[in-house]
């Protein structure tokens, strides 16, 4: 697996970011051994989301640390190897004009619905005011997302245990349905996932090769090994 960030020359707006990274996706996905390709937006171990959450009825969060959310594909949630324990996974129709919806993981709902089931159950996420004002939780007036599918628990931040890290409450939104940046002109794509057979380090060039050769902007094409994220726990 290889995962591929994007360094821009000048300025570039965010929509123009965005459709950087579908360009450099369309150009790899191309290349002969390239298995699956997909946009991120967080990823574990490296760039993530931590946007503020409210559950109607509860105070937020329960404990204390606000949950990590990934804005996945259905190719994201294969790639990462995010494996469903109830409901069901995303699909090609969570889309922009979709229902909302959202899959926790296992920590998330049993800490937030305890005693209940957490499928059908409503998650709020975003801003509706940036900067918050400081009068209750700012993702209060977000619309709802419901849930539809719990996955297993998986390391967000660290291979060790200390510090709950290894019970992190964490989230998915479907990729076209991450919610608005709280600020203007925020790009939505904070990384491209790469799988290719054979070994990652000898893909990487020819991977970066591709992006920067063909990009209508000026770029520089970071490609590593996925695996650079966790060598330096281990």
């Not at 591929?4 to 290349?31: C, H, M, N, P, T």
């Not at 324990?85 to 889309?95: L, T």
């Not at 998330?108 to 305890?114: D, L, N």
């Not at 967000?156 to 990729?175: H, I, K």
């Amino acid at each position: 697996l290889l995962h591929v960030q994007l360094e821009f020359r000048g300025y570039v707006s965010g929509i123009d970011r965005d459709l950087a990274y579908l360009g450099a996706e369309a150009k790899v996905r191309q290349l002969a051994g390239v298995k699956g390709t997909t946009p991120a937006a967080g990823v574990p171990f490296g760039p993530h989301n931590i946007p503020p959450v409210s559950v109607p009825g509860l105070p937020w969060p329960p404990t204390g640390q606000p949950p990590i959310m990934y804005a996945a594909t259905p190719a994201y949630l294969d790639l990462l190897g995010v494996k469903l324990v109830a409901g069901r996974q995303f699909s090609a129709a969570d889309g922009h004009d979709s229902p909302l919806v959202v899959l926790v993981n296992e920590t998330m709902a049993r800490r937030v619905w305890p005693s209940a089931s957490p499928l059908g159950q409503c998650v709020r996420v975003g801003f509706t005011t940036f900067p918050p004002t400081g009068d209750g939780n700012p993702a209060d007036g977000a619309p709802c997302r419901r849930v539809v599918g719990v996955v297993r628990d998986s390391r967000a931040r660290s291979l060790r245990p200390e510090g709950n890290e290894d019970r992190l409450m964490q989230y998915y939104v479907p990729f076209g349905q991450i919610p608005d940046p709280p600020i203007p002109d925020a790009p939505r794509t904070m990384g491209l996932l790469v799988r290719v057979s054979g070994d990652a380090e000898a893909s990487a060039g020819r991977v970066q090769r591709a992006i920067q050769s063909t990009s209508a902007t000026r770029l520089y094409a970071h490609v590593r090994p996925y695996q650079d994220f966790i060598d330096p726990q281990l």
